[in-house]
């Protein structure tokens, strides 16, 4: 049987609109409440969809419950050939640790770098393959390449398959869950983020993170690309060294997310024993 797909059911919710509204011309009172129903059941997917942080399409990971004094910093869009080893500079300095959710087309364009990530024990996440804003209209068959050739390449490279995965600008539809399910990936949102992409001031981006932050948030950040301040840096290389020092200032240590999500009874693994975690199988692929 044939998988569904999210534009069918868009075009069929507009078909099924549009004849209830030829139906509204006839018959105005009684087909009202049933107009009102499914305009307000379109107008919940379509709010789904472009919520980055809402539940109602499955699971979704904003923050995390720990009795540990953590917090997971996550760096999406990468890897950047500039960005990205300053980034992981930054972190080794302040012995902090780091998810990054990395694009496919980018990964396979600098496979030195996914590498590199590995080595320094940060966790590789999967972001898609080609980072297309219309993911969120892509049917589930296109969907599952673009999460399977990332899976594929970003375990071939760091030795250990993705387990999270982020859609690009956090825009997903309902075929996107179940695709998720069957890969044993979970899908992570955040708690905050700066805005880094956008806003030229690092200031304003270290208000949106740091200020009253508890244990279990979890922090938006891009390598991939950053906005330029007044002096033409990127704002993350002033923000981030600012933000690792006051969450050691809190006693609040920077972690990947595999390592938030894990469990609080567990023991703490080292940087050493993170970075020589052993790999699991790749999971059952369905296309
Ligand atoms: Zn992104």
């Excluded at 969809?49 to 004094?69: D, Q, Y």
């Excluded at 500039?82 to 780091?98: E, I, M, N, Q």
């Excluded at 539809?173 to 992570?188: D, G, I, M």
Aim: net charge positive.
């Amino acid at each position: 049987m044939p998988r569904l797909d999210a534009r069918h059911v868009f075009v069929g919710i507009s078909a099924l609109d549009g004849l209830l509204a030829a139906g509204a011309a006839a018959h105005t009172l009684a087909a009202a409440p049933v107009v009102g129903a499914v305009v307000a059941t379109q107008a919940a997917l379509t709010a789904s969809c472009l919520c980055p942080r809402c539940p109602w399409l499955g699971s979704v990971i904003t923050r995390v419950t720990t009795t540990r004094s953590e917090v997971a910093l996550t760096f999406d869009d990468g890897p950047d050939e500039t960005l990205t080893p300053r980034v992981l500079a930054l972190l080794a300095a302040h012995d902090a640790k780091a998810s990054f959710f990395c694009i496919g087309t980018r990964a396979r364009a600098a496979p030195t770098l996914i590498r590199a990530v590995a080595r320094a024990g940060h966790s590789i996440e999967n972001h898609s393959w080609h980072h297309s804003l219309r993911f969120a209209l892509f049917g589930s068959r296109r969907m599952a390449r673009e999460i399977d050739d990332t899976q594929h390449l970003l375990a071939d490279l760091s030795g250990r398959p993705p387990s999270c995965f982020r859609a690009p600008a956090g825009f997903r539809n309902p075929w996107l869950a179940p695709l998720l399910a069957e890969r044993s990936l979970r899908y992570a949102a955040w708690s905050r983020r700066g805005f880094d992409t956008v806003d030229p001031s690092p200031a304003r981006v270290a208000r949106r993170l740091a200020p009253g932050l508890v244990p279990g948030a979890v922090l938006l950040l891009h390598d991939g690309h950053n906005a330029r301040d007044p002096m033409g840096r990127p704002v993350l290389e002033t923000v981030l060294p600012r933000l690792l020092k006051e969450l050691q200032g809190r006693g609040l240590r920077a972690v990947d997310l595999p390592t938030l999500l894990a469990d609080p009874d567990a023991p703490h693994p080292s940087s050493h024993e993170a970075a020589a975690r052993p790999a699991t199988p790749t999971p059952r692929v369905f296309r």
